[in-house]
């Protein structure tokens, strides 16, 4: 089922409620579900307990993964809105003036989506466990909706060159080859960096600080992260034309 209007310009709102519920998870809290405790402790425990690795090993490669699938998503993102126009990006509505064949777009149809989700895998290592289960399936679900309420868009405003573009790119897993020749379009860096502030800021903060295991230091780097994000974002210029 796809994603409503609605939905799609108030994403990032959206986004930020699964957060907060993820972080906050309530039923732990209030219902005495689950231990208090966070994903990054009890995935490392669990691995000990196996006795596949002993505790320091097992928190060095949770820690390790984190960091790769949060530096990946956050490289992702930066990198298909550089070829997408951060503006575009951050539109409150969906646009649609031609597919673009560049960068990411050669190898997955929603690079930005993917990136989302692998720097939310990394994040969700600071949350309660079922905090974690529950803000992974929900924002799973939620960009999956808004991933096919794009598709339903860009092809009736599209047509059979996008038709054709989503024939040829797989939707979500990446191609190890291109699957299409360059548009050669011009990479506008500056504008995803500052587009992508959050999720590059925090990766930079996790790799530098996630060695103290200070998960409530580093939920406090995330919600500075995000603040100075929104700062960042306020000084793109507003779309000048629309694109895939």
Not at 23 to 31: I, K, M, Q
Not at 33 to 43: C, E, K, M, R, Y
Not at 79 to 108: I, T
Not at 151 to 162: C, K, R, V
Request: net charge positive; charged share 10%.
């Amino acid at each position: 089922m796809k994603a409503t209007p609605f939905e799609f310009r108030f994403r990032v709102l959206i986004a930020l409620l699964l957060y907060v519920i993820g972080f906050w998870a309530p039923w732990t809290r209030y219902g005495n579900v689950g231990p208090d405790t966070t994903t990054w402790l009890a995935l490392s425990t669990t691995l000990a307990n196996q006795q596949w690795l002993t505790v320091n090993q097992a928190t060095l490669l949770v820690t390790w993964v984190a960091i790769v699938f949060v530096f990946a998503g956050a490289a992702l993102r930066i990198w298909g809105a550089a070829c997408l126009g951060s503006s575009v990006v951050q539109s409150a509505q969906m646009q649609g003036g031609r597919v673009v064949a560049s960068g990411p777009y050669r190898f997955v149809r929603n690079p930005l989506y993917l990136g989302t989700w692998m720097f939310s895998s990394g994040v969700s290592i600071l949350m309660p466990p079922s905090g974690a289960i529950v803000f992974l399936l929900a924002t799973f679900l939620f960009y999956s909706r808004l991933i096919l309420g794009e598709e339903h868009y860009l092809t009736a405003q599209l047509g059979a060159s996008y038709i054709e573009y989503s024939r040829r790119v797989p939707r979500i897993v990446p191609s190890l080859r291109p699957r299409l020749a360059a548009s050669g379009l011009r990479a506008q860096w500056l504008q995803a960096f500052l587009g992508e502030a959050f999720t590059s800021a925090f990766a930079c903060c996790l790799a530098a600080l996630a060695w103290d295991y200070n998960a409530h230091l580093l939920l406090r780097c995330l919600l500075i992260c995000f603040g100075l994000s929104l700062v960042a974002r306020a000084a793109l210029p507003k779309p000048q034309m629309a694109g895939h």
